[in-house]
């Protein structure tokens, strides 16, 4: 439990600190860890192809990190609400909302209990939102640690709502796709739909890619395709 705490501390700290799009993709080395540690701790069998996933997901994420954007200095936290109100962000926005409450109120009941991608894509959509909320939050308080106080700004205390709104959300319906189905199946599907978006959300909110050449951009695709690849070969080997 302590180490839980101490990893999702350490992980609100790096998005204060490093762009979205590098931090998330990196989370799939927490699942090599959990691997090699069942391995040796639990004497769960990694399988040959287990071996080949984590092998993967490493090489992609160094592919990441090699390639991964500058973030632009960002000096208050009204230059991320500016960012978080421009028109190509709300039209993500509200067309996360407008998924999530079809998803709720529609498909839930329906199929919510027969299809995994129901409640993983509510925990997805959230989880996006809430990781744009966590670098505002993050960086205010960072700013403020450095003597620019941005708790005087109703924006931080905004950003703050809505990643205890997002995170509740996201945890509640994750929780219910993990009673419903194997967590081998939730969670690769969890993983592939929460960093795509992820990444897409702060491509758009950030901007991270204008200043890219295409090449680094392309190299930061093949190398989350290879995370997403080996992530789901490390779950598909579990016994």
């Given at each position: 439990?302590?180490?839980?705490?101490?990893?999702?501390?350490?992980?609100?700290?790096?998005?204060?600190?490093?762009?979205?799009?590098?931090?998330?993709?990196?989370?799939?080395?927490?699942?090599?860890?959990?691997?090699?540690?069942?391995?040796?701790?639990?004497?769960?069998?990694?399988?040959?192809?287990?071996?080949?996933?984590?092998?993967?997901?490493?090489?992609?994420?160094?592919?990441?990190?090699?390639?991964?954007?500058?973030?632009?200095?960002?000096?208050?936290?009204?230059?991320?609400?500016?960012?978080?109100?421009?028109?190509?962000?709300?039209?993500?926005?509200?067309?996360?909302?407008?998924?999530?409450?079809?998803?709720?109120?529609?498909?839930?009941?329906?199929?919510?209990?027969?299809?995994?991608?129901?409640?993983?894509?509510?925990?997805?959509?959230?989880?996006?939102?809430?990781?744009?909320?966590?670098?505002?939050?993050?960086?205010?308080?960072?700013?403020?640690?450095?003597?620019?106080?941005?708790?005087?700004?109703?924006?931080?205390?905004?950003?703050?709502?809505?990643?205890?709104?997002?995170?509740?959300?996201?945890?509640?319906?994750?929780?219910?796709?993990?009673?419903?189905?194997?967590?081998?199946?939730v969670s690769p599907v969890y993983y592939v739909m929460f960093t795509s978006l992820t990444i897409l959300a702060s491509v758009i909110m950030f901007k991270d890619w204008d200043d890219q050449s295409?090449?680094?951009?392309?190299?930061?695709?093949?190398?989350?395709?290879?995370?997403?690849?080996?992530?789901?070969?490390?779950?598909?080997?579990?016994?």
């Amino acid at each position: 439990m302590i180490t839980m705490i101490v990893g999702e501390v350490a992980n609100f700290v790096a998005y204060a600190f490093a762009p979205a799009i590098l931090v998330t993709p990196l989370g799939a080395l927490s699942i090599i860890v959990s691997a090699v540690l069942a391995h040796f701790m639990l004497k769960e069998k990694l399988h040959q192809l287990g071996v080949l996933g984590c092998v993967m997901c490493i090489s992609g994420s160094v592919i990441i990190v090699i390639h991964a954007p500058q973030e632009s200095p960002i000096t208050s936290v009204q230059e991320i609400w500016t960012m978080a109100t421009q028109p190509a962000f709300l039209l993500y926005l509200g067309s996360v909302i407008v998924l999530v409450f079809l998803l709720i109120f529609h498909f839930a009941p329906r199929c919510g209990h027969t299809n995994v991608v129901v409640f993983t894509g509510i925990c997805s959509l959230m989880g996006s939102l809430s990781v744009m909320s966590v670098k505002a939050l993050g960086t205010a308080l960072k700013l403020t640690f450095e003597g620019n106080n941005q708790l005087l700004y109703p924006e931080t205390w905004f950003f703050m709502f809505i990643v205890a709104t997002c995170v509740i959300t996201q945890m509640n319906y994750l929780n219910e796709a993990l009673d419903t189905f194997n967590t081998a199946v939730v969670s690769p599907v969890y993983y592939v739909m929460f960093t795509s978006l992820t990444i897409l959300a702060s491509v758009i909110m950030f901007k991270d890619w204008d200043d890219q050449s295409m090449g680094s951009i392309i190299s930061e695709l093949c190398g989350f395709i290879a995370v997403l690849s080996g992530t789901i070969l490390l779950n598909s080997t579990k016994d």
